[in-house]
């Protein structure tokens, strides 16, 4: 991010003058060429898989030597694959179940990092504890038990059970502690005196405030709800409550399947968040760095 | 909140001892908000992340009957699982799988990170289309690769055709340990998926090193390649550790990918099944509970002695130097 600012900045600078080869051009040329090879690496598989998604023919035979250009394009794998499956279902639940983690995610990490930053209170050292020792429990370790539970509490194939695992958690937690402790004390002093209760000084003054840090934590939770599939493929076995990536798990690996369809659904299900990080790229790559946390 | 204000200020207004009643009962309200605020996400916590956490240890000592009855197993389970030699297989699996990520990503984004770092212009494209498999959920990057690794007329055997090569791999059609088997396969799925990450975290790093480290640098005459290695490494190392760390758990955790390219028994011959699979196949399709939940705390203690490690051993000198 700072070396585009800094660049920006030192051509605005620059007195005008015509466009030379910089003095390091031979190595300069080279690592362009090799960062453009790598990167044309990374798109293939994308392309490939594109192109093989509208071609008719790639569910009969599929040419020896790939191409990356469809020789005879159709939409048909995409009516195949959304007339087989009904993926707008697939959305909704996708849509409910990320909104609905994320809401609830932002909300409670915020109101117990702003009392963990901002309160005094008794035992708060040792209830940050019990938050923060939520980050050295991997969920892997406690799916079973807490399938078990779901099932209990009668809550198989429903939303409540992708939905109440990931309200709370130690890391947003944290990260919203450190966001709150920078606000100076002595604004949310001034609304106190002002008689503004403790939950409408968080609305009003300190949800505002770190907005930020907010923003990054959604997109993070986004990122970890809308791909997570260990947890559906659990808990859901209607075929009605499948969320995009659980339904494309288990469409691509339902035998018979042909490529152009299972490729076709694949793009039907990933293009949603590949367009909406073409948009947001800047602020997504620095979410992701940011936290060190990885989706 | 206003129609609550009204009777505190006439309690206030009172002398003696309901004045001082009415503080000490405002005090307890201003540490009460406090608790209210943090009921709530600790109920869930506790609930959902607590409860299920402690049932896994003790159901890894128990065993359940055929109906609510339970007795009490020792150490039973967990002899069964270190006897179990599909266990070891999913743990070797895992390991393997996380070294060789590893091993090829780290030094691949370093490379890479470095020469975005030097290239004058351009170099923000290119991130967001060495970061685009992040966003892409690790079903859709394995269903893409199991047709691209198909060896009749997948992508990566239809280039080494054009290229000239006659004996294409198997690939993921191929249980054996080997360069061109399925473990090699899924690495290099890994590998794809992952780089950008990685090539991001450490530009950031390389970003972080002060420019008059360099200048000085270069005053004595240093080379560009002892600049690299004598500045550039060296101030890398917390970015690496890290990596390595949140890699390493990552890495133990993997599941959704290996699913989708051979089920929950990792095929094929259970090449790829990672621990987590394992976990998954013994508590859902073999109902065995305990033994998942002995696997489960064998991993857990893993994932936690990684971390240590890696915080203690090797992190705690920056945190030392820091304060």
Not at chain 1, 223 to 247: A, F, H, K
Not at chain 2, 242 to 258: E, P, Q, S
Request: glycine share 8%; with cysteine.
């Amino acid at each position: 991010m700072t070396d585009i600012v800094q660049s920006a900045k030192t051509t605005a600078t620059r007195p005008a003058r015509r466009w030379r080869l910089p003095q390091d051009w031979p190595s300069q040329f080279l690592s362009m060429a090799v960062l453009a090879l790598g990167a044309a690496i990374m798109l293939l598989p994308f392309i490939w898989m594109l192109t093989t998604s509208l071609s008719r023919k790639a569910n009969q035979s599929m040419p020896r030597i790939p191409s990356f250009w469809p020789t005879d394009p159709s939409l048909f794998n995409y009516q195949v694959a959304a007339g087989s499956l009904p993926i707008g279902q697939y959305y909704l639940n996708s849509l409910i179940v990320v909104g609905l983690t994320t809401v609830g995610y932002l909300f409670f990490s915020a109101i117990a990092g702003y009392a963990f930053a901002k309160g005094r209170f008794p035992g708060k050292t040792a209830l940050f504890i019990v938050f923060l020792s939520t980050l050295f429990i991997p969920f892997e370790t406690r799916m079973i038990p807490l399938y078990h539970q779901m099932a209990s509490l009668g809550l198989t194939n429903t939303y409540w059970a992708l939905i109440l695992p990931f309200l709370a958690g130690g890391f947003g937690t944290f990260l919203m502690r450190q966001a709150i402790s920078s606000i100076p004390d002595e604004l949310i002093e001034a609304a106190r005196i002002d008689g503004a209760s403790e939950f409408r000084i968080f609305i009003q003054i300190v949800a505002p405030l770190c907005a930020p840090t907010l923003a990054t934590l959604a997109i993070l939770n986004i990122i970890w709800r809308w791909n997570d599939v260990l947890w559906p493929l659990l808990i859901t076995s209607d075929r009605n409550l499948y969320t995009v990536t659980q339904g494309l798990a288990l469409a691509g690996r339902a035998s018979g399947i042909k490529v152009g369809v299972a490729l076709a659904t694949a793009v039907m299900a990933i293009l949603p968040v590949i367009v909406a990080y073409l948009f947001l790229q800047r602020f997504v790559i620095r979410s992701v760095v940011s936290s060190g946390v990885k989706g | 909140m206003e129609p609550k204000s009204p009777p505190s200020r006439q309690d206030s207004a009172q002398e003696g001892f309901g004045s001082r009643l009415s503080r000490l009962r405002r005090r307890f309200r201003g540490t009460l908000v406090w608790y209210s605020f943090l009921l709530p996400p600790l109920l869930l916590i506790l609930t959902f992340i607590g409860y299920p956490t402690l049932q896994t240890f003790r159901q890894s000592f128990f065993t359940r009957g055929m109906g609510t009855a339970e007795s009490f197993a020792g150490l039973d389970h967990y002899g069964r699982l270190l006897t179990n030699t599909v266990f070891w297989g999913a743990l070797g699996n895992t390991v393997l799988l996380g070294v060789a990520f590893l091993g090829i990503v780290i030094p691949l984004a370093a490379a890479l990170a470095s020469l975005l770092n030097r290239v004058k212009r351009g170099s923000a494209p290119l991130k967001v289309i060495y970061f685009l498999p992040q966003l892409t959920s690790s079903v859709a990057v394995a269903l893409m690769f199991n047709y691209i690794f198909q060896p009749d007329w997948g992508l990566l055997n239809g280039g080494l055709r054009a290229a000239g090569v006659t004996e294409t791999p198997l690939w993921l059609a191929d249980p054996r340990l080997s360069f061109t088997g399925s473990r090699a396969a899924a690495t290099l799925l890994a590998v794809w998926a992952g780089l950008g990450y990685f090539i991001i975290v450490i530009l950031a790093g390389l970003q972080s090193i002060p420019r008059d480290i360099y200048d000085a640098a270069a005053l004595d005459g240093a080379n560009g390649m002892q600049t690299w290695w004598h500045i550039t490494l060296p101030s890398l190392r917390p970015t690496f550790i890290f990596l390595i760390m949140t890699g390493t758990v990552d890495a133990l955790a993997r599941f959704g990918d290996l699913w989708t390219l051979g089920g929950p028994g990792g095929a094929p011959a259970r090449s790829l099944q990672s621990v987590v699979m394992f976990m998954f196949q013994q508590g859902f399709e073999s109902g065995d509970v305990s033994l998942a939940a002995a696997a489960a705390v064998v991993f857990f203690a893993i994932v936690l002695a990684v971390t240590a490690v890696a915080f203690w051993g090797f992190l705690g000198r920056e945190f030392r130097a820091v304060r």
